[in-house]
């Protein structure tokens, strides 16, 4: 596939979004898709300067982990209590740039753990529709995704974002259909990693 343009990346070192945009630049895409979807995430990190604010009402950037056990052959879901799914942890950056910190912090948060060491490089992009609820209106998420891994204690406390946190093996996910479809394909990259 080819690489991103690096004048996509040119936008001053003192910006916020150069640091995600150079984390776009190499993320190792395996589809026709992912590289559609990563120029996706490039154009829109570049239009919008307040791309890590929640106010930004067209949609903001979200970080997320992929919270892999120490057997590295579970992830951890969280049943989401606003959207009622299960799902990986994640959020919203609420202004903070660095996008690796955000899903770490958000991992720490939706989880209880706190013995968890992430992989700085992008494991997995999404863009998904969050629908209007009350005064909020629909906009999108661009989510980026980060392996996470528990290196201590595996037990976690639910937050009060969840319904119910659980251990999932990564071999059930990918098998799945009635999984959420961003955790198949995620799923379905850690065992084609052979992690």
């Not at 990563?38 to 997320?64: N, Y």
């Amino acid at each position: 596939m080819p690489a991103i343009d690096p004048c996509s990346l040119d936008l001053g070192a003192d910006d916020p979004r150069t640091a995600l945009l150079r984390l776009l630049s190499a993320f190792s895409v395996a589809s026709a898709a992912d590289t559609e979807l990563t120029a996706d995430f490039v154009a829109f990190v570049r239009e919008h300067g307040d791309c890590f604010e929640r106010s930004l009402a067209i949609g903001h950037v979200t970080g997320s982990a992929w919270l892999v056990s120490g057997d590295h052959q579970r992830v951890l879901l969280t049943h989401h209590r606003k959207l009622d799914r299960w799902l990986q942890p994640g959020g919203h950056a609420d202004g903070d740039p660095d996008i690796v910190a955000v899903a770490l912090r958000e991992a720490e948060e939706e989880s209880g753990l706190t013995d968890l060491h992430i992989t700085p490089n992008i494991f997995d992009l999404d863009r998904h529709w969050i629908p209007p609820r009350g005064a909020e209106a629909g906009h999108w998420h661009y989510d980026v995704r980060f392996v996470v891994r528990a290196l201590g204690s595996e037990v976690f406390a639910v937050s009060a974002e969840s319904h119910a946190l659980a251990w999932r093996e990564i071999v059930e996910i990918a098998g799945d259909a009635g999984t959420d479809v961003s955790l198949r394909r995620m799923a379905a990259r850690w065992l084609q990693a052979g992690d």
